[in-house]
Every structure is written in C-alpha cells, then in structure tokens.
C-alpha cells in the first residue's frame, strides 16, 4: 500500500471518529434538554462543535492537497467519512433548534 493511500485512509478515519463523537455529542445534548438541563446540553453542543472542528481539521487537509495539485484517490472511506462528516453536522445544527425548542416548551409548561 503506498503511503498516499496509507495517509488518505488514516485522515478519512480521523474524519469518522471526530464526526461519529460529534454526531453523539449532540445527540446527548438533544436528551439532556428534553429533561431541561440546558447547562449540560450546551456542554455537549460545544463538545459537538471541538468534534466537528477537529474532523474539518482533517478534510481541510485533503482539500489543501488537492489544491496544491496533489490527487487525492477517491475511496469509499473518503466517501464514508465526508457522510458521516455531513451527518453530524445536520445533527447539531438540528439539536440547536431541539434544544431551543425544549427551553420554550419549559417556559410555557411554567406558565400553564
């Protein structure tokens, strides 16, 4: 195996472990605000914010590769990895708006 491949599939499994710690992250701030424990659940938004900042770390070293003229080979790890890259950040942005949503629940619930 050549050391390109060696380097993309050792970026591409960094990109899956920081965006699968990411995606859980925001997924436990989703099930901590439904309990309105929004202190916690804005812990676990910013641990899913330092989780995909690391795994853009690493597709920003594909990407400055590529721009350098270096070809990256395409995989399906690559290709695994930018998913589940995306996935999580569909998730997090989505447990913002969850969350946000459990807050004005908890307020009008004080209300009633």
Do not use: P
Not at 37 to 43: I, L, Q, R, V
Not at 84 to 90: A, N, P
Request: hydrophobic share 40%; charged share 30%.
């Amino acid at each position: 195996m050549s050391d390109t491949i060696e380097n993309l599939e050792e970026v591409s499994f960094k990109i899956i472990l920081h965006a699968g710690n990411a995606r859980s992250s925001a997924m436990k701030a989703i099930s901590l605000a439904k309990e309105y424990k929004f202190k916690e659940a804005g812990a676990e938004l910013e641990e899913a914010e330092s989780e995909t900042t690391k795994a853009h770390h690493e597709q920003t070293k594909l990407l400055k590769n590529e721009a350098d003229g270096k070809k990256n080979d395409i995989s399906v790890i690559l290709i695994h990895a930018q998913d589940h890259l995306m996935t999580s950040m569909t998730v997090k942005d989505l447990a913002r708006e969850i969350i946000d949503m459990h807050r004005k629940m908890q307020i009008l619930e004080g209300e009633s």
